[in-house]
């Protein structure tokens, strides 16, 4: 199994709370994702890092930033938490851009 | 933007059986990755196969096998002597070689093996 941590695995928070959730590797790969998934959507990708410091958007980036500070660690960060963003989040990497994305365990983020 | 339906939202087969998932793709581009991922329960996210749009020979793995048909834009997946550990939601999903970081995911189908 590739050695993704995703932490928390659950949180419950309330509305207009800022909320990070942390995606931790050991494969020492370039590429890092954050998805989330909701029921009838599948999965839709929120943020990707191409490297240290370089990051870009996805299909559905808005009310969340991201950072990558160092190759192992991708975070990400709702500044202020909406019930519309209550998901499951999921962090995947992969080594090259047109490898095979692997995925962590997810984490499940309720905003009540 | 490409899109992946996935049309049958649940099935079922009893333990043994073969059972056949549908999935179809939009897109415009000619070289790009196809695809499927099992989350069992447990919800992690597992690669079951993967083909890539320029070879015409389908890909298998062990019980699993795909049936691409890139003209119609049709990706199936097969799966023979069904176990009760395939019950699981199966994700198809699409990736294209020029942005190969956006890679976008069908709704699923919720599989489940019967004994």
């Known amino acids: 199994d590739a050695g993704i941590t995703q932490s928390p695995r659950h949180k419950v928070t309330e509305t207009g709370t800022p909320v990070t959730l942390r995606c931790h590797q050991t494969e020492n790969h370039r590429y890092m994702y954050w998805y989330r998934q909701d029921p009838g959507h599948g999965l839709r990708l929120i943020h990707y890092?191409?490297?240290?410091?370089?990051?870009d958007k996805g299909e559905v980036s808005d009310g969340y930033s991201v950072s990558r500070s160092k190759t192992e660690d991708f975070l990400l960060t709702l500044e202020s938490a909406t019930s519309s963003q209550t998901s499951v989040y999921f962090c995947a990497i992969s080594g090259w851009g047109d490898q095979p994305q692997h995925f962590g365990d997810g984490t499940r983020l309720s905003i009540l | 933007a490409q899109t992946v339906t996935q049309s049958q939202p649940e099935m079922s087969v009893q333990e043994a059986e073969t059972v056949t998932l549908s999935c179809t793709y939009d897109t415009s581009e000619s070289n790009y990755y196809l695809f499927w991922y099992k989350q069992p329960p447990s919800r992690q996210m597992i690669l079951v196969i993967r083909?890539?749009?320029?070879?015409?020979q389908n890909a298998t793995e062990n019980r699993f096998s795909v049936n691409f048909q890139k003209a119609a834009k049709s990706f199936s997946l097969k799966i023979s002597d069904s176990q009760l550990g395939d019950t699981a939601m199966y994700f198809c999903?699409?990736?294209?070689?020029?942005?190969?970081?956006?890679?976008?995911f069908g709704a699923g189908t919720r599989l489940t093996v019967k004994p």
């Open positions: 890092s191409y490297g240290v410091k370089d990051t």
């Open positions: 083909q890539e749009a320029y070879k015409q």
């Open positions: 999903a699409f990736m294209s070689r020029n942005n190969n970081n956006d890679m976008r």
